[in-house]
């Protein structure tokens, strides 16, 4: 089992940063990569970047060269830099982890708000 607790959503104006951080706990060694997710109302949970163990990275299209996943592995942390932000970026994010044992099993955070003003 993992947990996961994100954090660092709130309010801020289009062309402002946000960073985002996933503290993971549990069985945090099993994690075969690690991606954030964000959601709006009444549409399907988008990927928006993803951490892999040997440190490749990969982004959506509508976020790449704006925002950067990184891991602080002492702090068993996650971030998600959130750049030049524009409002179109609102949503719910959230945190998942990927374990690949005799099958995929995912675990999510609660989510964070993050609001970008026009």
């Known amino acids: 089992q993992v947990q996961l607790v994100e954090s660092g959503g709130g309010l801020v104006q289009a062309g402002g940063s946000l960073r985002l951080s996933c503290v993971a706990s549990g069985s945090v060694a099993s994690i075969n990569l690690m991606r954030w997710y964000r959601q709006t109302p009444g549409n399907q949970r988008e990927l928006v970047a993803t951490?892999?163990?040997?440190?490749?990275?990969e982004y959506a299209d509508s976020v790449k060269g704006r925002f950067t996943i990184s891991r602080d592995n002492a702090k068993n942390t996650v971030y998600l830099q959130m750049n030049s932000l524009k409002a179109e970026d609102t949503a719910v994010y959230y945190c998942?982890?990927?374990?690949?044992?005799?099958?995929?099993?995912?675990?999510w955070g609660q989510g964070t708000q993050v609001t970008v003003s026009s």
């Open positions: 951490l892999i163990n040997d440190g490749n990275t």
């Open positions: 998942n982890a990927l374990i690949i044992r005799s099958g995929a099993e995912n675990f």
